[in-house]
């Protein structure tokens, strides 16, 4: 006998399972998986909470995955080159507990997502999100890390897109089936792991014929990739390195190293990080002497 309900029909026990979705959906009382406790299908804050705001003009409220990391390395790179005016706080939002649905983070970003950068060099402060618009509000603000015209412009701006456009499929869906669904679906994940391997041998490619995405400089469009894309070669995320074969891409790899060995990439990846070594972790950033105290020398490339 079928039963059926707000989610579907349901197929006899001795039948395997088949979900057929009905006219009207609502949402499950708990979708599972990982991220059951944050995910809901409406927008808006949750609870009053405002965003503290620390001594420097950019204010950053992050976490250290993937998507927090483009920006702080972005930060920190900026800060090596000399531009005082990038020093920063880094204030950090625990996404699992729910920060990002506090009253100040969705003025902030109406999305909920993290990073969210707010500028508070103008006359009124500037709100800026999601990762690609950070880098290239950054990079416009500073000159630096984003040619001004011409064909490197136009393709450090293709591969920074490449990536926003790219990283959902690797992380939302990948990522998402393989490690964090409540069961596993084999064709969510045969479906994902051949888009990502398809993108690592698109990038694969790329690395043979340059040094860097976009040619011959070390651009935004970098710093969008390395965190998704070098995580992932080295065998860091999802636990799929061998499921994968990650060691296949060479030319991915010796950009991932070599990205790895840059002192203000070691820094941001530091930055808000929650997982990992201590001595690899430092939740806010507040001031550049707050490195002194960790050991990031020793952190593996």
């Known amino acids: 006998m079928q039963t059926s309900g707000t989610s579907g029909t349901i197929a006899p026990m001795n039948q395997p399972t088949t979900y057929i979705p009905p006219k009207v959906w609502t949402p499950p009382a708990s979708s599972g998986g990982r991220?059951?406790?944050?995910?809901?299908?409406?927008?808006?804050?949750?609870?009053?909470?405002?965003?503290?705001?620390?001594?420097?003009?950019?204010?950053?409220?992050?976490?250290?995955?993937?998507?927090?990391?483009?920006?702080?390395?972005?930060?920190?790179?900026?800060?090596?080159?000399?531009?005082?005016?990038?020093?920063?706080?880094?204030?950090?939002?625990?996404?699992?507990?729910?920060?990002?649905?506090?009253?100040?983070?969705v003025a902030a970003n109406p999305n909920s997502k993290i990073p969210v950068l707010v500028d508070h060099s103008g006359p009124q402060p500037q709100r800026v999100f999601e990762s690609g618009a950070i880098l290239m509000?950054?990079?416009?603000?500073?000159?630096?890390?984003?040619?001004?015209?011409?064909?490197?412009?136009?393709?450090?701006?293709?591969?920074?897109?490449?990536?926003?456009?790219?990283?959902?499929?690797l992380g939302g869906g990948f990522g998402h089936f393989y490690a964090y669904a409540p069961e596993k679906i084999q064709y969510a994940i045969d479906r994902y792991a051949m888009e990502v391997k398809r993108q690592l041998d698109v990038l694969d490619r790329r690395l043979a014929e340059v040094r860097y995405v976009a040619g011959d400089d070390y651009t935004i469009a970098d710093m969008a990739i390395w965190p998704w894309y070098g995580n992932l070669v080295k065998g860091q995320a999802y636990d799929s390195g061998e499921f994968l074969q990650v060691h296949t891409y060479t030319n991915v790899l010796r950009w991932t190293d070599e990205i790895a060995q840059r002192p203000a990439a070691k820094r941001g990846r530091m930055v808000n990080r929650v997982v990992g070594q201590p001595s690899s972790q430092l939740h806010e950033r507040h001031d550049a002497s707050d490195f002194d105290t960790k050991t990031q020398d020793k952190l593996a490339p």
């Not at 909470?49 to 390395?73: E, F, I, R």
């Open 137 to 169: 509000y950054l990079a416009e603000k500073f000159g630096a890390f984003l040619p001004t015209e011409g064909t490197q412009r136009a393709e450090t701006l293709s591969w920074l897109f490449w990536q926003m456009g790219s990283a959902p499929f």
């Open 35 to 105: 991220f059951a406790n944050i995910n809901r299908p409406v927008a808006g804050a949750t609870h009053d909470k405002p965003l503290p705001v620390g001594k420097h003009p950019l204010q950053l409220y992050s976490l250290g995955t993937p998507n927090g990391v483009k920006v702080t390395v972005m930060l920190e790179e900026l800060l090596a080159l000399g531009h005082s005016g990038a020093e920063y706080d880094a204030w950090l939002i625990r996404i699992n507990d729910g920060d990002q649905f506090g009253s100040g983070f």
